[in-house]
């Protein structure tokens, strides 16, 4: 299993962006699947979650009601739609497939190399 995330840039506070992920191989209906973020110096951070065949979702309190995590089955992709940025997002955030409805890192056992998000003040 492959991941690959791109989307990322730089937009000013307040904009949008979508980030996209990419996977390769088969996916099984139990697979989870999140999007995670990082400022380096700091630990990895859960953004949010979506089962694979359903349309369960979770969220981090710091991005509820502003991001929407979706999919398309079809090209095997998961989105990261994030609206209303602030600076306070500003971090690489990386995709992630595991099969635990977990928000710790540890659960997932492939990654996206990552994609930056730079959001100016």
């Known amino acids: 299993v492959q991941l690959q995330a791109s989307g990322g840039g730089l937009v000013q506070a307040g904009g949008s962006l979508r980030l996209s992920c990419t996977q390769s191989?088969?996916?099984?209906?139990?697979?989870?699947m999140a999007w995670f973020r990082q400022v380096p110096g700091k630990e990895r951070e859960f953004v949010a979650l979506?089962?694979?065949?359903?349309?369960?979702?979770m969220y981090a309190g710091s991005v509820k009601g502003r991001f929407t995590i979706s999919r398309d089955s079809g090209k095997n992709t998961v989105y990261l739609q994030m609206d209303s940025l602030k600076p306070e997002d500003t971090a690489i955030y990386y995709c992630?497939?595991?099969?635990?409805?977990?928000?710790?890192?540890?659960?997932?056992?492939?990654w996206g190399q990552g994609t930056l998000v730079t959001v100016s003040s």
């Open positions: 191989g088969r996916i099984y209906s139990s697979a989870v």
């Open positions: 992630a497939r595991g099969t635990q409805w977990a928000t710790q890192p540890a659960e997932y056992f492939s």
């Open positions: 979506t089962r694979w065949s359903r349309d369960s979702t």
